[in-house]
Structure formats: C-alpha cells, structure tokens
C-alpha cells in the first residue's frame, strides 16, 4: 500500500493490512481514475489497531469533488470488514476551502515525511496523509491524538467535517 520510504518511517503505515484488507488502492502508484485533479487519502489508526477509518477525497476535473468515509474492522483471520461507508458530493466552495488549508497548513511539504519529529509516542491515533495528482505523490503522517500540530489542525477540522467523523477522547 506504501512506498519503501514511507514504511521506513516510525508510525507510518501502520493502515497497510487494513487499507488492503478493504480493497483500498495504493495511490503512490498514481492517480485511480483520469476524471480527477487530485486524489486524497486520510488514513487514522486507532492506536490498538483496533480499527482503521478511511477518508478518500477525489477532486473531479470540474473543481468539485467526492468524499467517502468508512470504518475498517479486522474481521479475524487476517479477513477486515468495512462498516460505516458514507460518502457524498463537496462543493466547489469547499473544495477551494480545502485546497486552501491544505495549502495553509504546509499539509503536502514533505514529499515524505513524519510532523513528530524524532518523539515516540505509544498507544497514539496515527494518521497517515497521502495526496496524488499529476505531479506526483506526497505523504505525511503524525500520531495525531497525542501530537496535535496546531498548524494541521484547521484542515483535519475541515475534512472530517466533510466526512462527517466526529472527534472523540481517543481521536477519531
């Protein structure tokens, strides 16, 4: 699901049975589809691994877009099952919106890269970042529900919102 650079990294990656599991596509590989701009994938692991939720993001050649969310549960047997699949249409207000606080939060600066830096955190939500568009791929990723960079911030706000996932104690 991850290129070998990105499963050198501390906690990243940790999604990968999960994410193939669910029938997931690695977008390292380049772009699924030819209709979009872009394709975006937030990736949060529960710190247990307990579950994973997904939100996909494609924005369509028309500057609007398409978010889906669902839940990945491991199901036994290395088998995963997925619950909870919302998806719907994003404006082209909020896809703007979004593209601004990507832009805003430095979210695509790494090529590939950690926000936490040389700190080990345990039991933390992890969340990966992946982005592919025509210029090539980005990744980022950052325990998120123990290292909660104040810069990143408004845009999980922003997708999450969109995707309807809801922050609780342990992330979300």
């Known amino acids: 699901m991850f290129p070998a650079e990105v499963q050198d990294l501390p906690y990243a990656g940790w999604s990968d049975c999960f994410l193939r599991g669910a029938g997931e596509k690695p977008l ?10 872009q394709q975006v994938r937030f990736t949060f692991t529960d ?18 877009g398409r978010i889906e969310r669902k839940t990945i549960l491991p199901a036994g047997d ?16 909020d896809v703007r919106r979004l593209n601004d606080l990507a832009a805003t939060s ?18 933390c939500q992890t969340l990966d970042m992946e982005r592919t568009e025509p ?9 998120i529900s ?8 408004p845009l999980i706000e922003f997708v999450t919102s969109l995707a309807g996932l809801k922050p609780d104690r342990a992330g979300y």
């Open 28 to 37: 390292w590989k380049g772009m699924i589809g030819n209709r979009a701009r």
């Open 47 to 64: 710190g247990h691994l307990r579950y994973v939720r997904v939100i996909d993001f494609i924005e369509l050649a028309d500057g609007t």
């Open 78 to 93: 290395r088998t995963y099952k997925v619950e909870k699949k919302r998806a719907r249409t994003v404006s082209l207000a």
């Open 106 to 123: 430095d979210v695509w600066k790494f090529e590939t890269g950690t926000w936490d830096g040389e700190e080990i955190f345990l039991h």
């Open 135 to 143: 210029a090539g791929y980005r990744f980022s990723s950052v325990s």
């Open 146 to 153: 123990c290292n909660r960079p104040r810069k990143l911030e």
